[in-house]
């Protein structure tokens, strides 16, 4: 008897085919891009997507009634739509298009953070947060004298659940915290932070820069207040991400930047505000890079998260197994649910040594500090090496990490 | 006191040197190798006001005048990165101020080593190389004054 359910794997050859940049090589080798965590790598039908609009129905959008315009806003907000069914939102008005997740946060504490956060209350977010979901909570704590509260990291990488319990306070206006760490890989349990936090009548705001191209998302199972993302780390073009919120609060929130687009009537006594979500969306947005945004979400539901995912365990696996019979290395960051990402040092190198000469052999991994300054502090390290996977990595390619990284040690040793 | 040789004469010595090699991979062994070698800086100026800081790697250099002439000593927690600051003192340590302050330092390109001066890698060599012609430029202006 079989009950297993199997997922059907995938054929990465034909997937790699689809990567245009994968066919290159740097310094002499084959390229192994390891740094996709950073920003991945863009499918040709993303980069059609970008040539075909300018070439074939550039226009303003939203505005014009001349067919050009009609397409182009039919494409671009058709993304929309298909942002809304890729998070589960309940409604496309909910999907807010900014330059990524780190405008949308800065979005979020400068509108509503600015109208809910009074001196005295308590903004919470965690030890291993990127800069992009520190500074914006920072500029406004310093501006309304609220207090910035920190839930710890434990060694294995994972937070301190019990801490962040004990943080909660009925002060506690917002919490925003990262729903995959981008330097650790960490899962981080957001559906049992978000219910806290509602008890205590608290928002919750979900940095979703790292899960959104590895994990299932759906805002409504979730319940998160606010949710933002960027198209680059899932398939998709720079320049281009996603807000979403709860209609209730978009609405009562107030805007963010003045000028066309937002607007419903302007007359110099005053001005009346558009509806959502263009309230949020002020002048002529990223149009090319929006429209194939839909290009890069439709990749990654017809290759199917499931295969990626199971993929991309199975490459983690691998790494984490082969990493750690290297002399000397240690992997920060252990948490029992991880992405495909392996951060590590080695006894006695510096991350930066091992990054150049990798590099040398046609191997692009992420060194330094990963934008989580006080993360690695806490760790009492000056930085990590960082090796994260997306679906078109190979099991040869890891062999040639593995190789590379002998070789580093050798030398450097 | 040993005499110093001029600015192009060394550089052309790194040049034939680097030219032996074919390969990144002995390029760099050989940069290791420099970063080895080069004395460790006295703990006593390891301080932050000698450190040229960038994002990934801390490199720490003082500067001393004698006689007319620069001499410089560096650290750096990175090895690669040691490695090339060595190479910089090599050519640098024991010049004029004016001849340090006006080398383009040609050699970088000529072995290959200009990615280390993109913005990416500032804390490479770009910063090294500005923070030399700064203490150049600090102690001619100081001569000048001084008479
Ligand atoms: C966890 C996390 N949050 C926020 C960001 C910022 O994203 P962006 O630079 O696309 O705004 C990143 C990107 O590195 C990230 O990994």
Known sequence: MITETTIPSLDIAAIRRQFPVLQREVKGHPLVYLDNAATSQKPKVVIDALVDYYSGYNANIHRGIHTLAEEATAAFEATRDTVARFINAASREQIIFTRGTTESINLVAQTWGRQQVNKGDEIIISGMEHHSNIVPWQLLCLEKEAVLKVIPVLDNGELDMDAYKALLSPRTKIVSIVHVSNALGTVNPVKEIIDAAHRQGAVVMIDGAQSSVHLDIDVQVLDCDFFAMSAHKVYGPTGIGVLYGKKELLDAMPVFQGGGEMIKEVSFEGTTFNELPYKYEAGTPNIADTVAFKAALDFVTETGKDRMRQHEDQLLAYATDKLQQLPGLRIIGQAAEKISLVSFIIDGIHPQDIGILLDTQGIAVRTGHHCAQPLMHRFGIPGTVRASFAVYNTMEELDRLIAGLQRAIKLLA | ?147
């Open chain 2, 1 to 147: 006191m040993e005499e110093t040789k001029p600015i192009a004469e060394i550089e052309k010595e790194i040049v034939e040197e680097f030219a032996l090699f074919d390969s990144w991979d002995d390029k760099y062994e050989y940069i290791i190798d420099l970063g080895k070698k080069l004395a460790p800086l006295a703990q006593e100026h390891k301080l932050d006001e000698n450190k040229i800081k960038g994002c990934q790697s801390t490199v720490w250099m003082v500067a001393n005048y004698r006689d007319g002439r620069v001499f410089f000593e560096a650290d750096s927690d990175a090895i690669i990165v040691k490695g090339l600051v060595s190479m910089l003192i090599r050519v640098l340590s024991g010049q004029t101020p004016d001849a340090i302050i006006e080398t383009p330092l040609a050699f970088i390109q000529q072995i290959g080593m200009t990615s280390h001066l993109a913005q990416t890698r500032s804390n490479g060599l770009l910063s090294m190389v500005k923070q030399m012609k700064n203490y150049a430029l600090a102690y001619k202006l100081k001569n000048e004054v001084n008479g």
